[in-house]
Nanobody, 124 residues
Framework: VQLQASGGGLAQVGGSLRLSCVAS????????MAWFRQAPGKEREFVGC????????YYADSVKGRFTISRDNAKNTGYLQMNSLKPEDTAVYFC??????????????????WGQGTLVTVSS
């Protein structure tokens, strides 16, 4: 499956952005999906993941209550809604997919397919 992430940009502290990840090449509903991010000089870190159906999600503590992951399998698209943004959310955000479930997989090495990344900058 090929992934194309978009929606990054510049946001103010407390603002919102929505990232999208469009999948192609395979049946999207067969792939668990996650979002990761990588800030300058830091390792890639898990943000959250969503089940095949979109019915369940799991988030890193750093974004819990502020970020929401969803997916629309009919549109082959996953989403990351980011609210109450903080300067420490500044990073390149990547969508990732793996065949079958993603809900118990939170390491970047668990995912075989990656989007190209989209930059989110939160300015104070």
């Amino acid at each position: 499956v090929q992934l194309q992430a978009s929606g990054g940009g510049l946001a103010q502290v407390g603002g919102s952005l929505r990232l999208s990840c469009v999948a192609s090449g395979r049946t999207f509903s067969n792939y668990g999906m996650a979002w990761f991010r990588q800030a300058p000089g830091k390792e890639r870190e898990f943000v959250g993941c969503v089940t095949l159906s979109g019915g369940s999600t799991y988030y890193a503590d750093s974004v819990k209550g502020r970020f929401t992951i969803s997916r629309d399998n009919a549109k082959n698209t996953g989403y990351l809604q980011m609210n109450s943004l903080k300067p420490e959310d500044t990073a390149v955000y990547f969508c990732a997919a793996r065949l079958n479930s993603a809900i118990n997989y939170r390491s970047s090495t668990d995912y075989n397919y990656w989007g190209q990344g989209t930059l989110v900058t939160v300015s104070s």
